[in-house]
């Protein structure tokens, strides 16, 4: 257990070189497009709607098509079978998604700066908490609009929950839901992520030190006579 927690110790400790750090820093700039681009959209189709009713959720706000008629057609049929209205105010994750990203990015500079083992491997773990935590917020939000309807709406319907991803009929509408481009963007920083490890780990592996970086804090310790 010693000798697996010391070898742990060192490798955690070893600074990796330029390719790693440039990979995180093509990460940082892949964070850019969610302050940009939709994370989601969502498209529901009807015999009165041939062209569809679209939905953009941003990390921000909530948008639709037509200069945003969509959503105001939306929350009329919502309106109906008792559903709340949807606006970005009642979204709490469009207060902390913005924040939590713009965080990421400085931790990410800062691991770039370090240059270390531990900082790379600190980065993706909370990178990939926030991944996990954002979507099953996603998905609890889209369950507790479709189940948390008003027993005395017009029209009375079973709970339900919009797709979290693909199509599902839901009575005479036929939804699909995708990510926008903005996600894609934020499942390529998990995958350059994940190549800046494994760059790392070869290069240290291999034996590969960066030029002014010991290996590990025993490498520089003065040997013994």
């Known amino acids: 257990m010693r000798a697996w927690i010391e070898h742990s110790t060192r490798f955690l400790d070893t600074g990796v070189d ?17 302050y940009i ?30 200069g945003g008629l969509d ?18 105010e009642s979204f709490t994750e469009f207060k902390w998604i913005p924040f939590v990203v713009g965080a990421l990015g400085l931790l990410f500079l800062r691991s770039v700066f370090h240059g270390t083992m531990a900082g790379l491997v600190d980065v993706t773990v909370m990178y990939v908490y926030f991944a996990l935590f954002s979507l099953w917020s996603f998905g609890f ?22 797709p979290l991803f693909g199509y599902k009929k839901i009575a005479n509408f036929e939804v699909y839901s995708y990510p926008g481009l903005a996600s894609y963007a934020m499942g390529a ?28 804090p025993a490498a520089s310790a003065p040997a013994r006579t």
Request: glycine share 8%.
């Open 18 to 34: 330029i390719g790693p750090r440039a990979l995180v820093l093509l990460a940082v700039l892949l964070l850019i497009p969610a």
């Open 37 to 66: 681009f939709p994370l989601w959209n969502l498209t529901m189709f009807a015999p009165q709607y041939p062209e569809g009713l679209r939905l953009d959720i941003y990390s921000y706000k909530l948008s639709g098509g037509n």
């Open 71 to 88: 959503v105001r057609e939306v929350n009329v049929l919502n309106h109906y079978i008792g559903m709340r209205e949807l606006t970005t």
């Open 141 to 162: 939000k889209l369950y507790t609009y479709g189940h948390d309807l008003d027993p005395k709406a017009a029209v009375t319907v079973d709970g339900f929950m919009p």
């Open 189 to 216: 920083v998990f995958v350059v992520l994940l190549a800046a490890m494994f760059l790392a780990w070869r290069q240290y592996s291999h034996g590969a030190t960066p030029a002014g970086v010991n290996r590990s």
